[in-house]
T-cell receptor
Framework: NAGVTQTPKFQVLKTGQSMTLQCAQD?????MYWYRQDPGMGLRLIYYSASEGTTDKGEVPNGYNVSRLNKREFSLRLESAAPSQTSVYFC???????????????FGPGTRLLVL | AQKITQTQPGMFVQEKEAVTLDCTYDTSDQSYGLFWYKQPSSGEMIFLIYQGSYDEQNATEGRYSLNFQKARKSANLVISASQLGDSAMYFCAMREGASVGAQKLVFGQGTRLTINP
């Protein structure tokens, strides 16, 4: 099992360019999440998908869109990148049906994005 | 207001000593979950331990234990017999509300732990 995978690992964009960050999980989890981590800070939720076919905004959704392509895949799109979006982006997944340790979110390795 | 507060930006500990990383949280919900994650210099987020608000016993997982004091709203991580490989950033996180659907986590700002040989 690969767990949660993310592509690309690193990307440099110019202001105004667009790109899509890809995420896939092989744990058959229902829920998937996108976070960003800025230097010296904890993670902040951008968007999440409780189940296939649904998406919702998190704490910092502005400037992003998401697509839950199927149960395995959840992508994050930057339509017009800005320097403020320079960050490390993490995808995560969880089994959301029950409270308890089963609800633990498992994270991908992250994508480092630099917007010039 | 901060929902998760980690008051120790950095800690330095001698190898083999025990270390306590502080975490306080703010919620009015009765049902919530608390998590600790480790982020080594390589950058990945590694799940360490979980504590549910209704759990009567403190969670333990190998060398990790959680000192859960519900009335004080604190969930401190205790690492026993620290090792050089424990050097990393440690994040406390909370899931509020009933766990139906996706669980939105709120993270603290982290504590950087350095283990000295």
């Amino acid at each position: 099992n690969a767990g949660v995978t993310q592509t690309p690992k690193f990307q440099v964009l110019k202001t105004g360019q667009s790109m899509t960050l890809q995420c896939a999980q092989d744990m058959n989890h229902n829920s998937m999440y996108w976070y960003r981590q800025d230097p010296g800070m904890g993670l902040r939720l951008i968007y999440y998908s409780a189940s296939e076919g649904t998406t919702d905004k998190g704490e910092v959704p502005n400037g992003y869109n998401v697509s839950r392509l199927n149960k395995r895949e959840f992508s994050l799109r930057l339509e017009s990148a800005a320097p403020s979006q320079t960050s490390v982006y993490f995808c995560a997944s969880s089994e959301a049906r029950l409270a308890g340790i089963q609800e633990t979110q498992y994270f991908g390795p992250g994508t480092r994005l630099l917007v010039l | 207001a901060q929902k998760i507060t980690q008051t120790q930006p950095g800690m330095f500990v001698q190898e083999k000593e025990a270390v306590t990383l502080d975490c306080t949280y703010d919620t009015s919900d009765q049902s919530y979950g608390l998590f600790w994650y480790k982020q080594p210099s390589s950058g990945e987020m590694i799940f360490l331990i979980y504590q549910g608000s209704y759990d009567e016993q403190n969670a333990t997982e190998g060398r990790y234990s959680l000192n859960f004091q519900k009335a004080r709203k604190s969930a401190n991580l205790v690492i026993s017999a620290s090792q050089l490989g424990d050097s990393a950033m440690y994040f406390c996180a909370m899931r509020e509300g009933a766990s139906v659907g996706a669980q939105k986590l709120v993270f603290g700002q982290g504590t950087r732990l350095t283990i000295n040989p």
